[in-house]
């Protein structure tokens, strides 16, 4: 088991939920406060405020509170651990094919 195990389940929970994935593909282009990213959700605040603790919890989003304001921020280098995850999930074929592809880059003569 990787050492990070606990961590990326906290992430594959959190992402597994389709509202969840919305507001961090949201959040993705910028932060947001809590009324804008809540908006499009055909649900009740606090039903949002648990989607986003849920986030938090996982630590991929953080939020600071401004006044009665409270903006909402993609975690820098937060979804690197799923990124890490899937790359050790590759076969050795696709490894192979990605030196393959690679050499034959570097070795095709291009047209001119």
């Known amino acids: 088991m990787p050492k990070y195990h606990d ?12 509202t969840r994935r919305a507001i961090v593909e949201r959040l993705v282009k910028s932060p947001a406060v809590v009324s804008e990213l809540a908006e499009p959700f055909p649900m009740a605040l606090p039903s949002f405020m648990q989607h986003l603790g849920v986030l938090e919890s996982a630590s991929l989003v953080t939020s600071v509170k401004h006044g009665r304001v409270r903006t909402v921020s993609l975690r820098p280098g937060a979804l690197d651990i799923l990124h890490l995850w899937l790359g050790e999930q590759r076969t050795p074929a696709e490894h192979l094919a990605d030196r393959l592809g690679i050499h034959l880059t570097r070795t095709t003569p291009k047209e001119t």
Do not use: H, I, Q, S
């Open 7 to 18: 961590e990326l389940d906290a992430v594959l929970r959190a992402l597994a939920d389709p």
